[in-house]
């Protein structure tokens, strides 16, 4: 059983990138995912405080950047005064947290795909979902196949498919919930996400019996990697892409 607007999906998606050998959800991360054989990246995306859609996974910017705040506090500008890459590695100094526009030129030019994650923060889906939603129509390149844009918030995949509907979407989840179908129905969800340590051998049959892909994350040992995809699992999110395919 196969179902309508599932996009073709590679067996390893880079985690943020390549979080695992360059700052995560940076232009130097989507590169280095592509350089390591990755031929599709996951990423976050959130607002600003004056609207822009940025890449970045925590409400705050403390952890990758060398600021401190808010993401929603703070304007794009005051965002791009920060360092975003020497946390990670003095050879990553001077990276900055992208724009969306940036990420999906830079995807353009290496030829990736993406599963793209809405991050919103509390009472933002909507306005997540909506911005996110303008600029893939109007920045989405033609070559490459549409992104995958799932999220934990239902309101904001809800809200997405309302403005969005021609983009798939993912039911992203850490464990299957026994209404599972109900809600990926519910949301019109071609896929489903799903912490891999939750997953055993009859659950990923039961999806795949179902017609829905299953994607995990985030995988980063070989043997475990082998396992899940002996099992069924159709893709695997992963911060060191290089070493699955070794």
């Not at 911005?131 to 995949?157: Q, T």
């Not at 994350?217 to 899940?228: G, I, M, Q, W």
Request: with cysteine; glycine share 8%.
């Amino acid at each position: 059983m196969s179902r309508a607007g599932v996009p073709s999906l590679p067996p390893v998606i880079g985690h943020r990138g390549a979080a695992g050998a360059a700052p995560e959800n940076t232009l130097a991360a989507l590169r280095k995912a592509k350089e390591l054989g990755a031929p599709w990246v996951e990423f976050d995306v959130r607002l600003t405080q004056d609207g822009r859609v940025i890449l970045l996974h925590d409400d705050r910017i403390d952890r990758t950047t060398d600021g401190k705040g808010a993401a929603l506090d703070l304007s794009f500008e005051e965002i791009r005064r920060f360092d975003a890459g020497k946390w990670f590695s003095p050879e990553f100094s001077g990276e900055t947290v992208p724009a969306f526009e940036e990420a999906i030129s830079c995807l353009a030019e290496l030829g990736l795909g993406a599963n793209i994650e809405l991050k919103p923060a509390y009472g933002t889906e909507v306005a997540t979902a909506e911005a996110v939603a303008g600029l893939l129509r109007s920045h989405w390149p033609d070559h490459l196949p549409l992104p995958l844009v799932s999220s934990f918030a239902p309101l904001a995949i809800e809200a997405f498919r309302a403005v969005a509907p021609e983009f798939p979407r993912g039911y992203l989840c850490v464990w299957l919930p026994r209404n599972w179908r109900r809600r990926v129905e519910a949301l019109s969800c071609v896929t489903i996400n799903c912490d891999y340590r939750r997953l055993d051998r009859d659950l990923v049959r039961k999806v795949g019996a179902e017609g829905y892909p299953l994607l995990a994350y985030t995988v980063n040992d070989k043997a475990k990697a082998r396992e899940l995809l002996d099992w069924g699992v159709t893709s695997l999110f992963t911060d060191r892409p290089d070493l699955l395919y070794k």
